[in-house]
């Protein structure tokens, strides 16, 4: 059975009770969180075998990251710990919708202080998937240690996956920002981004902004829209749209990253392989349609990992 595998921050996400900013919350509650752990959490959720790769701090905040993704069936094999950074902290506030207020705490976070040498040890088949955003992408060593696991990924005939996951305030100019993520998204089969982030990234609007992402080995395109859904491209120029479901959105934190954790678990349910990814049998609307299910589905709840669903209750919740 193909394996996913997911690189990148695992972070304590302290979000409030009630909501308000940052400067009014008195209270806030601990979840596991960073956006390739969650997707990872969701693909396992939805009955595939996930992996995740990343840094810790040996503290205790690091020991309960790690447990939680053992315990929700992701293999923390390797995810190691370190004495001399932090395990990375984010605050979060809630506004009314759902719409939030981050404070992030990652100056010394572990998770940017991986290296190649520990992840020596990770054997892909043709079949699995790696997944990355670009928070993760900070240091010298942390982007070298991507690009070797991309490099073997592709030998061995995995899907290379891309979530940019913009967060501006974790980075020093926006220009650096956009010079990372246009290096990176160069490796990837299969990209997921918001539309604004598109535009931000290409300076087009969206739907021109598509037409310059097919130069590459890009496959297929993921855009994003919130509750008004998302829309899926291919690089033989089909497109496939799906225009959301609506719930009683009490929380968006996490819904793109159960969006793509139920692109990439039905691309591994459909076996599909960097060659196959575009063809002439696979349902692309029902892959869409089910993946905006599971980011409907956790908007519904509070916090990422415990407001996602399996494909039975994603199903019967979300009509």
């Not at 059975?1 to 806030?28: H, N, P, W």
């Not at 969650?38 to 939805?46: P, S």
């Not at 395990?87 to 010394?108: I, N, P, Q």
Request: hydrophobic share 40%.
């Amino acid at each position: 059975m193909s394996k996913l595998f997911s690189i990148g921050e695992l972070l304590i996400d302290f979000q409030s009770v009630g909501t308000g900013g940052l400067k009014e919350t008195k209270q806030f509650i601990k979840n596991a969180g960073g956006a390739p752990a969650n997707v990872c959490v969701q693909a396992v959720k939805l009955g595939q075998k996930a992996v995740y790769l990343t840094k810790v701090g040996n503290d205790g905040f690091g020991d309960f990251l790690i447990e939680t993704l053992k315990n929700e069936g992701v293999d923390v094999t390797f995810i190691s710990k370190s004495d001399k950074y932090d395990t990375s902290l984010a605050f979060v506030s809630f506004k009314d919708g759902g719409e939030r207020e981050f404070s992030f705490y990652r100056k010394a976070a572990a998770d940017l202080h991986f290296t190649e040498e520990d992840f020596k040890d990770v054997e892909f088949t043709a079949g699995d998937i790696l997944e990355f955003g670009s928070v993760a992408l900070k240091t010298e060593q942390a982007k070298a240690a991507h690009k070797a696991l991309i490099e073997r990924a592709e030998k061995s005939g995995a899907v290379i996956c891309f979530d940019p996951n913009l967060r501006f305030n974790l980075w020093e100019s926006k220009t650096e920002l956009k010079a990372v993520v246009n290096e990176f998204s160069a490796y990837a089969d299969v990209i997921k981004v918001g539309c604004d982030e598109l535009e931000f990234l290409t300076g087009l609007p969206a739907e021109d902004a598509v037409k310059t992402c097919f130069k590459g080995k890009l496959k297929m395109l993921l855009v994003t829209d919130g509750g008004k859904g998302a829309k899926l491209y291919l690089a033989d120029g089909r497109k496939f749209i799906c225009n959301g479901y609506k719930v009683k959105t009490v929380d968006t934190t996490g819904a793109g990253d159960s969006f793509f954790g139920g692109i990439i678990a039905q691309i591994m349910q459909e076996k599909l392989v960097p060659a196959t990814l575009v063809n002439g049998t696979t349902d692309y609307k029902k892959i869409l349609d089910f993946a905006c299910k599971c980011g409907a589905y956790t908007t519904a709840g509070y916090g990422a990992i415990p407001a996602m669903g399996n494909k039975d209750n994603i199903d019967k919740a979300v009509k």
